[in-house]
Antibody, heavy 122, light 108 residues
């Protein structure tokens, strides 16, 4: 079945780095734009970053720009989020999400992973 | 950045009643790029509506979306016990692809 599975979360000290992974299965990963979305404990959803289906374009929320890097390996059906210079305010559940339509413009996330928790604390 | 403001923050209703949730954008959003999600505690969000009014696969027809420009709405015609959750709107008109702050639909 169509599935996204995140991994790589954990507890990390402020200023340190962490890399999240999102393994895709059940669909042609290389045809879909992919995003990261996060949710701080008890808070709403915050869009984080997007990467085009072929990796040709990437965009970030201002809150993570220059610190986070989104990437993908279509040969491994895997999406990544490299998080550097982590701050306490980055503490969240991180979800990867698939755009509804292959190759097409972005209009909704139809598949979400279960999320991975990142806690930034000394 | 397009700011989405959802109202009310909390809506208290009983099963069988009709719910109307609002999402207002700080600037015009093409109807093609407005989506609604449902999120229950401990779960990932689930897509309900895309393109402002198209139901996603498997979504019951008691859920409907409407609106254009800066004003959008999600209506649940007859609330079922499983509909009590938090609802978010999201726009894809411009990056960053912002979410509203959410409306919590609770049992009265």
């Amino acid at each position: 079945q169509v599935q996204l599975v995140e991994s790589g979360g954990g507890v990390v000290q402020p200023g340190r780095s962490l890399r999240l992974s999102c393994a895709a299965s059940g669909f042609t990963f290389s045809s879909y734009g992919m995003h990261w979305v996060r949710q701080a404990p008890g808070k709403g959803l915050e869009w984080v970053a997007v990467i085009w289906y072929d990796g040709s374009n990437k965009f970030y929320a201002d809150s993570v720009k220059a610190r986070f890097t989104i990437s993908r390996d279509n040969s491994k059906n895997t999406l990544y989020l490299q998080m550097n210079s982590l701050r306490a305010e980055d503490t969240s559940v991180y979800y990867c999400a698939r755009i509804r339509v292959p190759w097409g413009s972005f209009d909704a996330f139809d598949i979400w992973g279960q999320g991975t928790m990142v806690t930034v604390s000394s | 950045e397009i700011v989405l403001t959802q109202s009310p923050g909390t809506l208290s209703l009983s099963p069988g009643e009709r719910a109307t949730l609002s999402c207002r954008a700080s600037q015009s959003v093409s109807s093609s790029y407005l989506a609604w999600y449902q999120q229950k505690p401990g779960q990932a969000p689930r897509l309900l509506i895309y393109g402002a009014s198209s139901r996603a696969t498997g979504i019951p027809d008691r859920f409907s979306g409407s609106g254009s420009g800066t004003d959008f709405a999600l209506t649940i015609s007859r609330l079922e016990p499983e509909d009590f959750a938090v609802y978010y709107c999201q726009q894809f008109g411009n990056s960053p692809y912002t979410f509203g702050q959410g409306t919590k639909l609770e049992i009265k």
